[in-house]
């Protein structure tokens, strides 16, 4: 289920486009900032508030990394390995990471404070290496900058 809030929310989008499909990113995120992630539950939900077949909405969500399909923890350190951050030595920063939460990509620290996961491109290609955690980016990374995000964390 969506609050009350989200569901008004939704129904108002719906008012600016032909068909409510266009509304299921939005409906997505909602989920997800409620629930934290997105259960097989979740999708069929949306998919019945956007008049979409659940395998359809299926298919977005495991296309967008931003989508969470398990739960993860309260900080989602998203590392990126791409061409110009991995030429930029992501994978120390990536090993750094490890060492430092004691987790392989795609894991949550027991205490549920991190999850670690690998993404691709993030555009900051520029700023390499560089991560994303919530709505920030941390570009031009090396361990001691990462030491530093990782205290500011809690
Ligand atoms: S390759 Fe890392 S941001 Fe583009």
Redesign the pocket.
């Known amino acids: 289920m969506l609050s009350e809030q989200n569901l008004k929310k939704i129904e108002e989008l719906k008012t600016h486009y032909p068909n409510p499909r266009p509304v299921v990113l939005a409906a997505l995120w909602m989920w997800q900032d409620e629930h934290g992630w997105i259960s097989e539950e979740g999708m069929k939900y949306v998919a019945g508030l956007v008049n979409m077949p659940p395998h359809e909405v299926y298919g977005i969500v495991t296309f967008y990394t931003m989508f969470n399909r398990k739960p993860v923890g309260r900080h989602k350190i998203e590392v ?1 390995t ?4 991995m030429l930029r030595n992501s994978d120390k920063i990536v090993k750094h990471l490890e060492n430092r939460l004691n987790v392989k990509m795609g894991e949550t620290t027991p205490d549920n404070r991190f999850t670690l996961v690998e993404a691709e ?5 520029g700023y ?1 290496p ?1 991560l994303q955690c919530g709505d920030e980016y941390y570009e031009n990374l090396d361990e001691a900058k990462v030491d530093r995000i990782l205290s500011e964390l809690k």
């Open positions: 990126c791409n061409v110009s951050c491109c993030l555009g900051a290609c390499a560089m």
